[in-house]
């Protein structure tokens, strides 16, 4: 009847679930909530209901609307700047990598761009395969060799990468490191076309580097990469991982976005 509130919120009945089940109801379609609706949804007297919405307004939780109803408040807007501010990429990108790692059955990387350099920020090892390689964390290498760097320069416009270019000092690593800009160009205009960058023995001999990039909003803010033995890669588990890696390369940027606001 209404009025009455059901067997299933009176085993529910602390402060804490009502507001929270009150905070619940705002949504993109629902940016304002009444105070009949709040009644209905949480089959609670309208008495009630208003009672939990004036301590959520006192709390600066919500606030009234002026046409009725009621929004989030800014109390909302300082807590979300605060929750930016516990998250960086690393906290992000942690257990996304260690869960990659275990899927793939190999190493799992997160590098960021520093100028004209690139830095591994993480690394995350499979229990099932180890591997040696120059991407130490903390690890600093050029711009121009392996999938990561690559990933990392390929959404840039041309005339900044053919800069960043001409202000680095494109190393050969291997006989497969590109060193030559024009080549290098036609390279990152195929990567970016694909959406993902695969290089074999560029940094390390016999190490195949499968990355993609990660995005806040536009902007390509970093990259994850599976490194492995190149020998133990056939092209249908190539193309598993790259799967793996760009799935990996999605989650975390969702969650950044997120966090950038």
Not at 32 to 48: D, H, M, P
Not at 84 to 103: F, K, M, T
Not at 193 to 208: I, M, Q, S
Request: aromatic share 4%; hydrophobic share 45%.
């Amino acid at each position: 009847m209404p009025g009455q509130e059901s067997s299933s919120y009176r085993e529910r009945n602390s402060t804490a679930d009502r507001t929270l089940d009150v905070l619940s109801l705002f949504n993109d379609d629902h940016p304002v909530v009444g105070g009949v609706e709040v009644a209905k949804q949480l089959q609670v007297a309208r008495s009630t209901a208003y009672r939990y919405l004036q301590s959520l307004v006192s709390a600066r939780f919500l606030e009234e609307e002026p046409t009725g109803g009621y929004r989030l408040g800014m109390r909302f807007v300082e807590l979300g700047r605060l929750a930016r501010r516990a998250h960086d990429l690393s906290d992000i990108a942690a257990p996304v990598i260690v869960d990659l790692a275990a899927r793939a059955g190999e190493t799992a990387l997160i590098t960021r761009r520093a100028g004209n350099l690139v830095v591994c920020l993480d690394r995350a090892e499979s229990e099932t395969h180890r591997l040696r390689i120059s991407y130490e964390r903390g690890a600093v290498l050029p711009i121009n060799a392996g999938a990561s760097a690559l990933v990392l320069l390929a959404w840039d416009e041309p005339d900044s990468i053919r800069q960043t270019f001409a202000q680095s000092h494109l190393q050969q690593f291997t006989p497969a490191t590109l060193i030559d800009v024009d080549q290098l160009m036609d390279r990152l205009e195929r990567i970016k076309r694909d959406g993902y960058a695969v290089t074999r023995a560029e940094v390390d001999d016999d190490v195949v580097g499968i990355a993609a990039p990660i995005f806040t909003g536009e902007k390509v803010t970093a990259a994850v990469t599976v490194a492995a033995l190149a020998s133990r890669v056939p092209k249908a588990l190539e193309r598993r991982i790259l799967t793996q890696v760009r799935e990996a390369a999605e989650t975390i940027s969702r969650q950044l976005t997120i966090v950038a606001g």
